[in-house]
């Protein structure tokens, strides 16, 4: 662990300024031009950059330490072996979870989602039972869930948002009955930025002997989380936004739980004993990582962890809330300009609509500008039609973002709508 270090391995003053631009240099990527301009990278919500040091653990590692794990008995798979479980610690000590068997590894957000639906799900829920969710879910939290109900006769309940879009817990509360069985709420909307008060809901859906499920995938990567704190029983995210590998995400969830939830998928590793009359299942969290493992993929995401805690998330939230002042402040002030999701917690995600201009028009236009950001409906179709939009432009932050790429990105709209008038 390098958590009282900075990315170069210095001593780091928790009173230094914030690096942006020192750290920004740490990504090779960024060092790039796009269409003979400067590239100015503000989709992060969809995936973030990588480290060099990630990308060098990724190296490092198939080149001197790379074998299939836990089964192999010579000493590529046992150092390989120890590198994934230490990993697994990593992520344990970053979600501030109780117990390293509480981590489970799987392919992203959305299998960590599915994965409950598939298993908690199908043990727990039953027909005439209720599902409760939120306007603001991206379709990995709505499409898993109404699979279930579809297969087990179930009802999926939807909690209204405010205009600003914030969710209104009174009618979420009012939601919560003797039928619901399971409640499934973003941390961070990857539409609106809105940060929902997770412990609060916590709260109120216990009260009610509810379990909680958590989409963490943009809230990981810039917010301190702690899952014994906020106290939820299950906490999905994703390796890639977290400036990790693609194709590797984790689920969090109670022991007690998960010692209850049969298997997911069937294969190698997840078994103690196979016959062709029975099989035994193995311990918890082996018994939903069945067959050979993304060894790498946690290989890079233990080094993303620690690449972020290095830098300091406390630090890293204080310096994007900054950015996001100062990039909302520019934006808002644009005539023809409005913004979709004005709460008062947001994280480093801002929607918005140029009249007369297409989001996806706007987002070419700006392509080439070298200013990469997002044009569509986030995979989030229902929310869309709330906020009475087909579709948004969507820039979102990383702390390796610079107020220069925000005035990039204002000169650039204020371009297109003078191209597009």
């Known amino acids: 662990m390098r958590s009282n270090q900075d990315t170069t391995g210095k001593q780091r003053s928790p009173t230094r300024p914030f690096d942006a631009k020192g750290i920004r240099a740490g990504f090779p990527i960024l ?19 990588k480290p060099q040091v990630v ?45 390293a068997n509480e981590i489970v590894f799987v392919r992203g957000t959305t299998e960590a989602i599915n994965l409950v639906a598939q298993t ?57 009955t003797p039928r619901t069985k399971l409640t499934a709420i973003a941390h961070v909307s990857n539409v609106l930025g809105t940060i929902n008060p997770i412990r609060r809901i916590v709260e109120l859906a216990h009260s009610h002997n509810v379990p909680v499920l958590v989409d963490g995938a943009q809230a990981v990567p810039h917010l301190a989380v702690n899952v014994q704190t906020l106290d939820c029983d ?31 998928q069937g294969g190698g590793h997840m078994i103690q004993s196979v016959t062709f009359e029975k099989t035994t299942y193995n311990k918890v969290p082996d018994r939903f990582e069945a067959g050979t493992p993304h060894i790498a993929g946690v290989v890079g995401l233990g080094a993303a962890v620690d690449y972020v ?3 300091g998330l406390d630090a890293i939230t204080a310096y994007e809330r900054e950015l996001l002042t ?30 007369g201009v297409h989001p996806h028009d706007l987002g070419t236009f700006l392509d080439n500008e070298g200013i990469a950001i997002r044009a569509g409906h986030h995979c989030a179709q229902p ?19 610079t107020q220069e790429d925000i005035d990039a990105l204002a000169a650039a709209i204020h371009k297109s709508i003078e191209f597009f008038r």
């Open 383 to 401: 929310l869309m039609s709330r906020c009475g939009v087909p579709a948004t432009a969507r820039a979102s932050l990383a702390f390796y973002n």
């Open 31 to 49: 060092k790039q031009e796009v269409r003979g301009k400067p590239l100015v990278y503000l989709d992060n919500a969809a995936s973030a950059q």
């Open 234 to 264: 299950f906490y999905a995210f994703s390796g890639h936004k977290l400036f990790g590998p693609t194709g590797i995400g984790v689920l969090y969830g109670k022991a007690a739980l998960l010692e209850t939830m049969p298997p997911y």
């Open 326 to 355: 100062y990039a909302t402040d520019r934006i808002s002030r644009m005539a023809g300009v409005r913004l979709i999701g004005t709460a008062k917690e947001k994280a480093g995600v801002i929607s918005f609509v140029v009249d």
């Open 120 to 176: 908690y799900g199908r043990t727990h829920v039953r027909a005439g039972d209720e599902i409760l969710i939120s306007t603001m879910e991206h379709h990995s939290n709505i499409v898993p869930w109404q699979m279930l109900c579809e297969a087990t006769g179930a009802v999926l309940r939807v909690a209204p948002i405010n205009d600003d879009g914030e969710l209104l817990l009174d009618e979420f509360e009012k939601l919560l």
């Open 55 to 99: 990308i060098d653990t990724l190296g490092r590692f198939y080149s001197t330490s790379y074998a299939n794990i836990h089964r192999g008995i010579h000493w590529l798979s046992e150092r390989a072996t120890e590198a994934y479980e230490s990993a697994r610690a990593d992520i344990q000590h970053f979600v501030g979870a109780a117990e």
């Open 309 to 311: 805690k290095a830098i």
